[in-house]
């Protein structure tokens, strides 16, 4: 298929695009420029010509009135005069000016007359090179004035400066065409240097950013606008790379345990308790099953980018309900009818890690409550987290010493869960002291 101009066009580089549209609009605009220059010039000269004349014809006509007039007549300018009478003889005459024949026939006098404007005329046949400017001026008696100028040194000087701008233009052109194209490329240096940046950066060299350039235009907002882009990918690269050691980390205990119980009992099966070991293995089966699920919630928010899997109403006081129900150690204190838009699993899934959390934690009693503004509260009398690490537990496999042994907790999960789907959601979660005990609470913004 033979490429098409448009095709060729936009394979070419930014620089020389710019380059050739600048050319093009200066080149259009400096003929153009030129153009009416010329002809503003050529109607100038002709109006002073004109004018000049005009009042060399009137000066004359107030002497033919007079009865004044010379003949021949004289003037200082060189313009040539004739007064043609009715008869369409001349009577008077500049000196040299044909007296014989009138410079225009009565036809075109009657219409200079008529329109009071001026025409041009061959000089030749009166002994005089180039064209002539006529005009007429009506006189006593039916006589008629007749002054022309040549106009031989105007059209000179008007095509003197065509010839000048025909020659000058094409390398007034070629000078801006110079200096756009080293505009044009200093201006584009910046993107350059960013182009080179981002080559730089491979996956040996994450923390390397782009150049920022000095001036504060449109490339230095983008470079600073990358720059944030590549530290936010790092950060979840990093996210990720920490997820997946310490995820392999959790894996290894409980595997490990049941390799250990398993080769125990393999090795002495005769002195082996089976229904203890099969015990065993079941309870690090169980912890594996949780940590999988939990890993598995925490990338399909991490998928989604923040955002719930569904966006429908949902009656959180249903939803509290449920799950208070299934834990003997729970209490619901206030349950005020609320309605929230989201994902009812991933909200059922905050409140059982809460609840979970909290009855594991208790000492007597966990009370839950739900009020009318969309606040849910988890709190339990247990021995509560110091202020300082009440924003840390937050974070992905955090626990405190007091919950590092595996009879007590997951992988630490549960509250980075929370806080995720909490989010996604619009709403905002921390953690306070109820003395004694912890609270949790959670905030989410009721549908409107």
């Not at 010039?41 to 006509?61: N, P, Y």
């Not at 505009?183 to 950066?201: M, N």
């Not at 806080?419 to 996604?424: D, F, Y």
Request: glycine content about 8%.
């Amino acid at each position: 298929m033979p490429d098409t101009p448009y095709a060729w066009w936009r394979r070419q580089g930014l620089r020389f695009r710019l380059t050739v549209v600048a050319v093009a609009v200066l080149a259009a605009a400096l003929a153009l420029s030129a153009s009416v220059l010329v002809s503003v010039l050529d109607r100038a000269l002709v109006d002073t010509i004109d004018e000049t004349t005009r009042q060399q014809a009137q000066t004359v006509r107030v002497h033919a009135d007079a009865g004044t007039l010379t003949n021949p007549i004289t003037t200082n300018d060189g313009t040539i005069v004739q007064v043609v009478d009715a008869s369409g003889r001349i009577t008077h005459a500049t000196y040299g000016t044909d007296r014989l024949v009138p410079l225009v026939d009565a036809r075109q006098r009657a219409r200079l007359l008529r329109d009071g404007s001026a025409i041009f005329l061959d000089g030749r046949p009166y002994a005089i090179p180039g064209p002539l400017r006529v005009m007429a001026v009506s006189a006593d008696h039916g006589r008629t004035v007749l002054a022309a100028r040549p106009v031989g040194e105007i059209q000179t000087s008007v095509g003197t400066a065509g010839r000048v701008l025909l020659v000058g233009t094409p390398l007034l052109v070629v000078v801006l065409a110079l200096a756009s194209w080293m505009i044009i490329g200093r201006t584009l240096r910046p993107i350059a240097a960013l182009r080179r940046g981002a080559a730089d950066i491979t996956h040996t060299a994450r923390s390397r950013r782009l150049p920022v350039p000095e001036s504060r235009d449109e490339v230095h907002f983008l470079a600073v606008t990358l720059n944030g882009m590549l530290a936010r990918l790092e950060e979840a690269e990093q996210r990720q790379r920490a997820l997946v050691s310490d995820a392999a980390h959790e894996l290894r205990s409980p595997l490990a345990s049941i390799r250990l119980q398993l080769e125990v009992a393999l090795g002495h099966p005769e002195g082996q308790d089976w229904p203890e070991t099969a015990e065993g293995v079941l309870e690090d089966a169980m912890r594996l099953s949780r940590l999988a699920e939990d890993l598995l919630a925490l990338a399909r928010l991490d998928e989604r980018g923040g955002v719930p899997a569904r966006r429908e109403p949902v009656d959180l006081d249903e939803v509290v309900r449920q799950i208070v129900d299934r834990y003997g150690e729970a209490r619901l204190v206030v349950c005020d009818p609320v309605v929230v838009r989201g994902d009812a699993l991933d909200l059922s899934r905050v409140l059982t890690n809460l609840v979970d959390n909290a009855v594991r934690h208790t000492a007597s009693k966990v009370e839950v409550a739900l009020t009318r503004d969309g606040v849910l509260t988890v709190t339990d009398d247990g021995p509560g987290i110091p202020e300082a690490d009440r924003e840390r537990v937050f974070n992905r496999f955090t626990r405190l010493d007091s919950g590092r042994s595996r009879d007590e907790g997951g992988a630490g999960l549960g509250l980075a869960i929370v806080r995720e789907t909490v989010r996604a959601h619009g709403g905002t979660v921390h953690l306070e002291d109820a003395g004694p005990g912890l609270r949790a609470v959670v905030r989410l913004p009721p549908a409107v």
